[in-house]
Structures are given as C-alpha cells and as structure tokens.
C-alpha cells in the first residue's frame, strides 16, 4: 500500500534513480520521468492482464476439475448399487 514505509522508500529511490538516468541522457528529468513512468504503467497494465487471464483459466480448470469429480462421485454411486444388484442376481 502506498502508506507502507518500505512502498514509500522504495518509491523515493526510484525516483532518485529516475533522475540520475535522466542525467545521463538529453531528455529533462520531467520529460525523463513521464517516459518511463508511462513504460511502468503500460507493463503493469500488460501484467495485470496475464494475470487476469491466468485467473480466469484457473477458475475454468477448477470447474471443470469439480465437475470431473461430481461426475466419478455420481459414477461410483451408481455402480455400487450395480454390485449390490448383480450380487443379489448371483446368489
């Protein structure tokens, strides 16, 4: 969270290394610094996509994984009454 005193400080030493970058090329540091700002979003936008589609395809796996299990459950079920009956019909 932005309240957490490591965010804040790791924040602070970005910006500071933002700004030694800055000098060592033609660009001002405002200009420097919306450029690569600009850059982290668009990767954490591009993140937080991969990581909403992995979501997504976690929870699709996980309901067919459910389904898989209640279908075998149904399955058992019904083919221990076979058993019974079968066993009836032999003795």
Not at 25 to 52: D, G, H, M, P, Y
Request: charged fraction near 25%; hydrophobic fraction near 45%.
């Amino acid at each position: 969270s932005i309240t957490d005193p490591n965010f804040r400080s790791d924040g602070i030493k970005l910006i500071c290394n933002i700004d030694a970058m800055s000098m060592s090329s033609n660009a001002s540091k405002s200009e420097f610094r919306t450029i690569f700002l600009k850059w982290c979003f668009e990767k954490v936008e591009e993140i937080n996509e991969l990581w909403l589609d992995t979501t997504i395809r976690s929870l699709q796996l996980s309901i067919e994984c459910h389904g898989l299990m209640f279908f075998l459950a149904e399955s058992i079920s019904k083919m221990k009454y076979l058993v019974k009956d079968l066993g009836l019909l032999l003795f």
